[in-house]
C-alpha cells in the first residue's frame, strides 16, 4: 500500500544526493534499499489498516484522564476526561512525548519500568520543495498521489542533519 500510494524504493547509495565536507558523496550501487516516503503517508497508511481491524476501535480527540484496572495487576481499560470508561484487552499510549502513562501506571501501582538511555542528538530541518520531474537531474522524487494532504504532485524531501551520539545503559 506505500508503495501505491507514493513511497519509492531507492538505493541509499546511488538515489540520494549527499552533500557532505564541502563535496557531493560518490553516487554507486550499493546494494541497501532504503523505502521513502512522508511522515503523512505512513501514519495514514497506518491508521488505515489499524480502522479495518474489526477488534480496533480508535477515538480522536479523545482526552483519557486514567487508566482503569486491578491496582498492581491489570490494566483492562481507560476512563475519559469526561468520566466515561472504555474497557479494552490492549491499551496504546499514542500521545508522544506529553504521555502521562508513567503517571497512570503509578497510580494503578505498578513499579516504573527499568529505563535504558541511548542519547541520539540528531538535529534536522526538512523541507518539502514543489517541483517538475527534470529540476533535480538524477534525485529521485517524492511523489505524492493523495491530492488532501495540499502537496505538489512532485516533491523533494530536502533535509540537514548533524548526529552525536551518547549511549548509556543502566
Not at 13 to 32: E, F, N
Not at 35 to 64: F, G, K, T, Y
Not at 70 to 92: I, M, Q
Request: proline share 6%; glycine share 8%; aromatic share 6%.
Amino acid at each position: 500500500e506505500l508503495v501505491d500510494r507514493g513511497a519509492r524504493w531507492i538505493d541509499v547509495a546511488r538515489d540520494a544526493i549527499v552533500w557532505q565536507l564541502d563535496g557531493y558523496r560518490l553516487r554507486v550501487d550499493s546494494g541497501v534499499s532504503m523505502l521513502c516516503l512522508s511522515r503523512p503517508l505512513l501514519e495514514s497508511c497506518v491508521r488505515r489498516q489499524l480502522e479495518a481491524l474489526p477488534q480496533v476501535e480508535i477515538r480522536a480527540e479523545s482526552a483519557v484522564a486514567r487508566l482503569t484496572g486491578r491496582p498492581g495487576e491489570l490494566v483492562c481499560g481507560v476512563e475519559f476526561a469526561g468520566g466515561e470508561r472504555l474497557p479494552a484487552d490492549l491499551v496504546v499510549d499514542a500521545s508522544g512525548r506529553g504521555s502521562r502513562s508513567d503517571r497512570w501506571l503509578s497510580e494503578l501501582r505498578f513499579p516504573a519500568p527499568p529505563e535504558s538511555v541511548i542519547t541520539v542528538r540528531v538535529h534536522y530541518t526538512t523541507r518539502l520543495v514543489r517541483g517538475q520531474p527534470d529540476d533535480l537531474v538524477g534525485a529521485v522524487p517524492e511523489l505524492y498521489r493523495n491530492p488532501s494532504d495540499g502537496l505538489a504532485d512532485i516533491t523533494w524531501s530536502a533535509t540537514t542533519t548533524v548526529t552525536f551520539a551518547v549511549i548509556r545503559i543502566n
